[in-house]
């Protein structure tokens, strides 16, 4: 009997069901409905048996499993409705009816659609979150299928919040902006921007009644995160004769509240273990700023009560909630954006690696590197904020080219005209490192590179007096210093820059390159190994031109090309390029390079005519290395190479 697509209809939004003439289908086991739920979601995707027998029966031994996915699909495929929907050779499984014809992507049609009449259909299709109540407790399918109802909420949320912008930006029809407010809201009703604006467009009809309905319809949202809506907010809704609303404080850097839900028994001596280091190595970065307010009290029968207020969260930009899951063996660290009410980080922090004091430093502190990234690539809470100016000009910087670091300075020095910004030390700093940035990756004349250095200097020491403790400050003046010729004295400043923070992949893998040019190679292999582990889940691109320089003069050849494959394109990486394939005897690389060099060459100073011995000279006078074996192992490959360098060694 073949089952018409008309007949049969599948619902993955919400309680998962399949109808067939109308009529729910009720499957003989609850494993045999995750089986063919599973294979709806993968919309048609060919899955390997033996990874679904895996996330099924996955404690059973793999005979078994195979054994009890044969029986679930056979049971599935004796009912007439489901006869012909699933599809299966020898090696995999996949669902054979037409996945157009779901609800989910019906639903994504209506949000491509974007009008206001398919943002309504959408919000009639959204019954909850996808495949809700499919949990048949088993690790892996479960884990599957939190992973996918956090994808295909997440990316939905993502993008309707993008189109929100869209429409704000252009003042679109407020019927439009409303029913797109809507559907966010009912995806994810803590969603603070769609609330608000609702709020304030039924207000601006004159609707209070509507109006006062979403704020207590947010309000409950909120209250199942033991959250509060913003004060300023409600009092608006309480009086909705102010038309203005009070403005939000400006601050200067994103700051970070850590927030545990309240419990009534005493915490885990894990979940402990991890709080007080999360908090600590918080504390240590200085881009980001945590507190947490109260200190845990004890309840009438002697157990520990960690309630936090969650007011005083509310005034951060950014919350980090810890979360026990026993049946996971772990513990989770999300953080999330304040303003949006949305995730934008989640890290898993294992039972077996806090067990151990040194693996749970290690692990937590991957996971604030990772944290702290997530942060700083986020969407800014204020786009013209200094600090978001000037973490736009930091992440310009991370591209080491000489095109990117001429935005970022022109970004800088606005920046350090302005009365907020120029109060903000890394500003300045970030000013030194890019006018030393230049000395490396631009070609200039002696007294021109002579100059740069001196407003390095100067700009250095003015971070240095605006603020002591960052140690991105002290990591600029280890670097002035080792520009400067002044080796010995460059040590100790990274020394200080790691005191400040011995958690920051950034500050160690700059520690790493330093200590490789003063010399002491062991240390910088250490100390980049360290880095690398703790890195979390982001291994910047820069950290790459790093290692690569580690590499070579360490004589690790093959390690300085790997790296230098995944590091930015510039002069800097060429010329070291030129050099470790000459040594490697491998010409046709070596013309490569080359090449790769004019170009890089060209492309910093395009209207310039360079000769070779104002070339030369530059590519002495950029060479960091105190050692001077490692400078003639250098300049004599790229000799070799046919890179004029002897008469300026001479």
Request: proline residues 5%.
């Amino acid at each position: 009997m073949t089952v018409e697509s008309e007949d049969l209809r599948v619902e993955i939004v919400g309680e998962p069901r399949i109808l067939w003439r109308g009529r729910p289908v009720d499957f003989p086991t609850r494993k045999a409905a995750a089986l063919c739920f599973l294979l709806a979601a993968h919309a048609g995707r060919r899955i390997d048996r033996c990874r679904l027998a895996a996330l099924l029966w996955g404690e059973a031994e793999e005979a078994l499993a195979r054994a009890s996915l044969r029986k679930a699909l056979s049971l599935i495929t004796a009912m007439p409705a489901l006869n012909t929907v699933i599809g299966r050779d020898r090696s995999s499984l996949w669902f054979a009816h037409d996945p157009t014809t779901t609800d989910l992507a019906t639903f994504n049609r209506c949000i491509a659609a974007g009008t206001e009449r398919s943002y309504r259909d959408a919000l009639t299709l959204w019954r909850g979150v996808p495949l809700q109540g499919l949990e048949v407790d088993e690790p892996l399918f479960d884990e599957w299928l939190d992973g996918f109802r956090a994808d295909t909420v997440g990316l939905t949320h993502r993008l309707l919040s993008e189109r929100l912008d869209v429409l704000i930006a252009r003042s679109a029809a407020p019927a439009l902006e409303t029913a797109l407010c809507e559907l966010i809201a009912r995806i994810e009703p803590a969603d603070a921007r769609a609330n608000e604006r609702l709020i304030n467009l039924s207000a601006a009809d004159g609707d209070a009644v509507t109006a006062k309905r979403r704020f207590q319809s947010y309000e409950n949202a909120l209250d199942t995160l033991d959250m509060k809506p913003p004060r300023a907010l409600a009092t608006f809704v309480e009086n909705l004769g102010v038309t203005e609303r009070q403005p939000r404080i400006a601050i200067s850097r994103p700051t970070v509240a850590l927030v545990r839900p309240s419990v009534t028994h005493a915490p885990s001596d894990l979940f402990s273990h991890a709080h007080s280091e999360v908090m600590h190595q918080l504390a240590r970065f200085r881009s980001m700023r945590c507190f947490e307010r109260n200190e845990p009290a004890p309840n009438r029968d002697g157990t520990l009560r960690t309630k936090i207020k969650i007011d005083d969260a509310l005034n951060h930009d950014y919350r980090l909630l810890l979360w026990d899951e026993p049946k996971a063996h772990a513990i989770y660290l999300r953080c999330i954006n304040a303003r949006r009410q949305d995730t934008v980080s989640v890290v898993r922090l294992d039972y077996e690696e806090l067990g151990q004091r040194t693996a749970a430093e290690a692990r937590i502190a991957a996971a604030i590197n990772s944290i702290e990234q997530d942060i700083l690539s986020d969407e800014p809470l204020d786009a013209t904020s200094p600090f978001s100016r000037w973490l736009e000009a930091y992440r310009l910087l991370q591209l080491l080219t000489p095109s990117s670091d001429s935005a970022a300075f022109d970004i800088l020095t606005d920046l350090a005209q302005d009365p907020v910004g120029q109060r903000l030390s890394v500003v300045h700093s970030s000013i030194s490192s890019i006018l030393m940035l230049r000395r490396l990756l631009v070609p200039s004349e002696d007294e021109s590179a002579d100059r740069m250095l001196e407003d390095a200097r100067s700009a250095t020491f003015k971070a240095l007096s605006l603020d002591e403790l960052e140690p991105f400050n002290h990591i600029i003046l280890g670097w002035l210093r080792v520009q400067a010729g002044e080796h010995e004295r460059a040590i100790p400043a990274f020394e200080d820059a790691m005191r400040l923070n011995p958690y920051s992949s950034r500050t160690l893998i700059s520690a790493a390159e330093a200590n490789a040019y003063c010399g002491n190679i062991k240390k910088a292999d250490a100390l980049a190994t360290r880095a690398l582990e703790l890195s979390g889940r982001y291994v910047p691109s820069y950290f790459h031109a790093y290692l690569a320089n580690i590499a070579y003069l360490s004589g690790d050849l093959d390690g300085c090309l790997n790296s230098l494959q995944r590091a930015p394109s510039n002069v800097h990486a060429a010329i070291l390029a030129v050099a470790a394939h000459q040594e490697r005897g491998d010409r046709p690389a070596v013309a490569a390079a080359l090449a790769t060099f004019e170009r890089e060459i060209r492309r910093a100073q395009p209207e310039a005519v360079i000769d070779g011995t104002s070339l030369s000279r530059w590519i002495v006078s950029s060479n960091m290395s105190c050692d001077p074996t490692a400078r003639r192992r250098l300049f004599g490959a790229l000799e070799q190479a046919g890179v004029p360098v002897g008469a300026a060694v001479c």
